[in-house]
């Protein structure tokens, strides 16, 4: 069984930066495509940031030069490095740690952004 568990969220100034970090359970963490998704109040559930198993990453547009994703294979962790943020950026923040039989969610970090 895999446990996701992300930390680091909190409330933050515009411009500000905040790391998020996924810590993952279990023995799949380094063969498995690891992702950062977040979700505003009343929006669905957006991809932020992807990273395969082997380092390929992709970044949605809306934070493409602002958030960096990166993983410690070593550590079993996740991380998401989150600069400029702006108000639009509020949600909360999940990580997804996809394997090649099941999907697995962390319980979520919440991401304020003060204007």
């Known amino acids: 069984q895999v446990r996701l568990v992300e930390s680091g969220g909190g409330l933050v100034q515009a411009g500000g930066s905040l790391r998020l970090s996924c810590a993952a359970s279990?023995?799949?963490?380094?063969?498995?495509?690891m992702g950062w998704y977040r979700q505003a109040p009343g929006k669905q559930r957006d991809v932020v940031a992807i990273?395969?198993?082997?380092?390929?990453?992709n970044y949605a547009d809306s934070v493409k030069g602002r958030f960096t994703i990166f993983r410690d294979n070593a550590k079993n962790t996740l991380y998401l490095q989150m600069n400029s943020l702006k108000p639009e950026d509020t949600a909360v923040y999940y990580c997804?740690?996809?394997?090649?039989?099941?999907?697995?969610w962390g319980q979520g970090t919440q991401v304020t952004v003060s204007s």
């Open positions: 997804r740690l996809s394997s090649t039989f099941d999907d697995y």
């Open positions: 990273i395969t198993r082997a380092g390929s990453i």
């Open positions: 279990g023995s799949i963490f380094s063969s498995s495509s």
